[in-house]
C-alpha cells in the first residue's frame, strides 16, 4: 500500500487516525486519501466572539482512492462544543433554509466504467427530529373494543388516510407505527376492503400494551418509511403530497404542498431506527437528535436524499463502534447518504466511486423561498416520474408566507436564542480556539487487489491491473467489454452484461455469477438475503471495528469463493476465508483535523507557523506541544498488518470500539 497524506495545497493535514484493518496480507491495498481542500477543509466567517458564523467545509475523495462507507458511522463531524449548535425547537417549525452542498460526483452508468462526472446540489433545510403521534384525515377509530394481545383489529374512517404502497412500489409492502392512547402499535398489513389492520405488533417503540375502548382515536407516528419503486426506494421522501406511504391518500393533508420534502417534514425510519443503538423499534431506544438537515436531488434518474444529523456531544457512545466518540469531541454530524439500512436500488447508477463536495451552513437560517404562496421554479423537479420538493434561499430578512428568516422568527424562539436572532449557529462569547475533526471509514477490500470490493465485480479475485475508471473496452481486463472482468468471467470473449441473468447488470450486481434477485427483481428485504448484504446485523459491534458490510452478495460470500479456494495463481497468501456473516477485506480509517481561533488570531491557529517542527502546521497539528508527524503506511519493509501511528493510542480493544485519539 501506498501511504499518501492528506494534502492541501501546501498544508498538510494531521492525520490524528490513518490505518488499515484486516487481512494480514498486501498484495496492492487500496488507498483512502480524503481531501480537505483548498480553499476550505473547515472554516468559520466570522470568527468574531459571540457572532452567528456560517460554516464551510471540503471534503473530497478523489481518484484512485477508496470511497467512504455509507454505513452509520462512516462519516462523522465533530464540532467543538464552545460552537453553539441550535437544536431542533431553536428554529421554529420545519423547512427554513439551512444551506447547501455542491458535489461533482464520479459515476458509472449502465454498467459502464466509472469515469462520468455528474454535479448535483442539495439545497438544505431544517427538517424535523420529533416522532410524536399525529391525528389522521380523515380521522381514524376503533370499530370495537380490544384486549391488551389483540393481534387484529378494525378501525372506522370516512377513507384510508393509510394503507399499502400503491403502484410499482416496494413490493406492495405496508409498515405503519401508530398509537392509541400511549400505547404505539406496528402494523404490516392492512386490508382497505375490511377495514382491518393486522399482522400487529403490540406495545411498539416501548410502550406497554393495553386495552382500548371502541371510538378510541388511531394516529400515526409522524415516522416515514421507504416506499418507493425498487430503482427509487425513496422516492416518497422528496414529494410533497402528505401522503408518506404513497397508498394514494395524504394521511397529513396539512404537510401536502407545503413546500417542504414529506421527508423533511417526517423523521424517515431508517434515520429513527440507526439512532437505536440495537437498531431495535420494539423496545424504543431511539436517542434523539439534535437537529437534522436535509436535501433532494435527482441524479440521472435515481432520487437521492443527502441527511447531516446532529447529535448531543457524547450520544454516540452507546452505537456499537463508536464507544471511543465521548463528549471531548463536541456535536457530532452523522452523513446518511440514502438508507445504510436498505438494500442496493437497481438503477442506471452502477457505481459510485469518486466525489468532489463543498458545504455551506448558514449560521442563521434564511427564508425557503420554496414555501410561499409564489415559490419559484426551482423548487419543483422530476425524477423518475415523480414530482420532487426542492428547497431555495428566500434571503434574510425573506418576504414570504411563511417567513422561516432567524430574524423574523425571533423572539419567539426557544432559549438560548437572542432576541434579535433564531440562530442555527454561535460562536463561544469569549476568545479561545476551538477544534473540529472530520472522521471517515472505507469501504473493504477483500482480495486486496486496490479496488474496494463496491467498485470490483471480481472481489474474491485479484485484478489490479483492469481500470474500474475506464470504459469496459479499455479498461485492460474485460475483453468482451461487459462489465465483468476476464478474472472471473465464466466466458471472456462472450459478452453478457448481465452474466447470471438475475436483471441486475454485471458492475451493479454484488454477485454477478450467481443469480440473487429477490422475487420480481428487487434487492430483496431481509439482511443478507439476495442483493441486500449485511454481514454484521445492526446494533452488534463489528470485530474489526469497520463497516458492518463487504459489499460482497450472500451468494457469492462464501467459504468456496474465497481467494484461497478458487485456484487463482496470483491469491494473496493467507486471504481469510469468506463468510456471510463476517465482513471481509481490510478497511481504512481517518480523521484530520482543524483549530479555528475564536475572537482573535494567535499562533496555536496559525496556518505558516510549525512550533514543533514536525512538517504540520499549527492549525491542523493535534499535538503541538510535541511533534507527531504523520504515519506513512506501505512502502519498503512495511509490516503485513498495519497498526496506528505516533499518532494514535489505541485504548482497550479495538474490537469493541473503544477508541482514544491523542
Known amino acids: 500500500m501506498t501511504g499518501r497524506l492528506l494534502l492541501a495545497v501546501g498544508l498538510l493535514l494531521t492525520t490524528v487516525l490513518?490505518?488499515?484493518?484486516?487481512?494480514?496480507?498486501?498484495?496492492?491495498?487500496?488507498?483512502?486519501?480524503?481531501?480537505?481542500?483548498?480553499?476550505?477543509?473547515?472554516?468559520?466567517?466570522?470568527?468574531?466572539?459571540?457572532?452567528?458564523?456560517?460554516?464551510?467545509?471540503?471534503?473530497?475523495?478523489?481518484?484512485?482512492?477508496?470511497?467512504?462507507?455509507?454505513?452509520?458511522?462512516?462519516?462523522?463531524?465533530?464540532?467543538?462544543?464552545?460552537?453553539?449548535?441550535?437544536?431542533?425547537?431553536?428554529?421554529?417549525?420545519?423547512?427554513?433554509?439551512?444551506?447547501?452542498?455542491?458535489?461533482?460526483?464520479?459515476?458509472?452508468?449502465?454498467?459502464?466504467?466509472?469515469?462520468?462526472?455528474?454535479?448535483?446540489?442539495?439545497?438544505?433545510?431544517?427538517?424535523?427530529?420529533?416522532?410524536?403521534?399525529?391525528?389522521?384525515t380523515p380521522n381514524v377509530t376503533l370499530t370495537s373494543a380490544i384486549t391488551s394481545s389483540q393481534a387484529s383489529f378494525t378501525y372506522t374512517s370516512a377513507g384510508d388516510p393509510i394503507g399499502p404502497p400503491s403502484g410499482a412500489s416496494l413490493g406492495g409492502q405496508t409498515r405503519a407505527e401508530i398509537e392509541i392512547d400511549s400505547e404505539q402499535i406496528l402494523v404490516t398489513n392492512i386490508n382497505q376492503t375490511t377495514n382491518t389492520y393486522s399482522g400487529v405488533i403490540r406495545g411498539w417503540n416501548g410502550t406497554t400494551p393495553a386495552a382500548h375502548n371502541a371510538g378510541d382515536q388511531i394516529r400515526k407516528v409522524n415516522v416515514i418509511f421507504p416506499a418507493g419503486p425498487p430503482g427509487n426506494l425513496l422516492a416518497n421522501l422528496a414529494e410533497d403530497d402528505g401522503d408518506f406511504d404513497n397508498n394514494g391518500t395524504a394521511e397529513f393533508p396539512q404537510f401536502a404542498g407545503n413546500g417542504v420534502a414529506d421527508g423533511a417534514d417526517s423523521l424517515p425510519g431508517f434515520v429513527r431506527d440507526s439512532l437505536d443503538p440495537d437498531v431495535n423499534a420494539a423496545n424504543g431506544g431511539y436517542v434523539q437528535a439534535r437537529a437534522r438537515y436535509e436535501g433532494v436531488a435527482s441524479v440521472n434518474t435515481l432520487i437521492v436524499i443527502l441527511q447531516f444529523v446532529v447529535m448531543d456531544p457524547g450520544a454516540l457512545t452507546v452505537f456499537p463502534n463508536l464507544q471511543w466518540a465521548s463528549s471531548a469531541w463536541g456535536y457530532s454530524s452523522v452523513t446518511f447518504l440514502q438508507d445504510p439500512l436498505a438494500p442496493p436500488s437497481n438503477n442506471a447508477i452502477s457505481d459510485f466511486c469518486n466525489f468532489t463536495s463543498n458545504t455551506f451552513l448558514l449560521g442563521v437560517p434564511h427564508d425557503n423561498a420554496c414555501t410561499g404562496a409564489l415559490p419559484p421554479p426551482s423548487c419543483t423537479g422530476a425524477g423518475a416520474g415523480f414530482t420532487l420538493r426542492f428547497a431555495a434561499d428566500g434571503g434574510c430578512p425573506g418576504t414570504t408566507t411563511p417567513n422561516e428568516c432567524g430574524t423574523a422568527c425571533a423572539p419567539s424562539c426557544a432559549p438560548p436564542c437572542d432576541p434579535g436572532a433564531c440562530y442555527r449557529q454561535k460562536n463561544s462569547v469569549t476568545p479561545q480556539n476551538v477544534r473540529f475533526y472530520e472522521y471517515a471509514v472505507s469501504q473493504r477490500d477483500y482480495d486486496n487487489d486496490g479496488i474496494e470490493n463496491a467498485l470490483d465485480p471480481c472481489p474474491s479475485v485479484p485484478n489490479g491491473g483492469w481500470d474500474p475508471r475506464a470504459n469496459n473496452s479499455l479498461s485492460g481486463g474485460d475483453t468482451d467489454a461487459d462489465g465483468l472482468p476476464d478474472a472471473c468471467d465464466p466466458a471472456p470473449a462472450a459478452f453478457n452484461n448481465d452474466e447470471d441473468l438475475d436483471g441486475w447488470q454485471n458492475r451493479m450486481d454484488n454477485c454477478p455469477t450467481v443469480a440473487n434477485a429477490a422475487p420480481g427483481g428487487g434487492g430483496g428485504t431481509t439482511p443478507n438475503t439476495f442483493q441486500f448484504d449485511r454481514d454484521v446485523p445492526p446494533g452488534q459491534n463489528v470485530p474489526d471495528g469497520g463497516p458492518p458490510s463487504d459489499d460482497i452478495g450472500p451468494a457469492c460470500d462464501n467459504a468456496t469463493q474465497s481467494c484461497t479456494t478458487d485456484g487463482n495463481p496470483i491469491a494473496p497468501a493467507a486471504c481469510s476465508t469468506l463468510t456471510p456473516t463476517g465482513a471481509n477485506g481490510h478497511y481504512h480509517a481517518t480523521a484530520a483535523a482543524q483549530t479555528i481561533c475564536i475572537g482573535g488570531v494567535n499562533t496555536e491557529c496559525s496556518f505558516t507557523a510549525d512550533d514543533d517542527g514536525d512538517g504540520v502546521v499549527n492549525a491542523s497539528d493535534t499535538r503541538r506541544a510535541g511533534a507527531n508527524p504523520p504515519y506513512v503506511f506501505g512502502g519498503a519493509g512495511s509490516p503485513p498488518t498495519w497498526t496506528a501511528g505516533a499518532n494514535t493510542t489505541l485504548v482497550g480493544a479495538h474490537a469493541a470500539g473503544a477508541l482514544n485519539l491523542t
Open 18 to 136: 490513518a490505518m488499515a484493518w484486516g487481512s494480514g496480507a498486501h498484495a496492492r491495498a487500496t488507498t483512502f486519501n480524503p481531501f480537505f481542500g483548498p480553499p476550505d477543509f473547515y472554516r468559520l466567517d466570522p470568527t468574531t466572539s459571540g457572532a452567528y458564523s456560517d460554516t464551510h467545509a471540503q471534503f473530497n475523495i478523489l481518484p484512485r482512492s477508496a470511497n467512504f462507507s455509507p454505513h452509520f458511522g462512516g462519516l462523522i463531524t465533530f464540532g467543538d462544543s464552545d460552537i453553539y449548535v441550535a437544536d431542533s425547537i431553536g428554529i421554529p417549525g420545519t423547512g427554513a433554509y439551512v444551506g447547501r452542498l455542491q458535489s461533482t460526483a464520479q459515476l458509472g452508468l449502465a454498467n459502464e466504467g466509472c469515469n462520468t462526472q455528474v454535479d448535483m446540489t442539495f439545497e438544505l433545510v431544517e427538517a424535523n427530529t420529533e416522532t410524536s403521534a399525529l391525528q389522521m
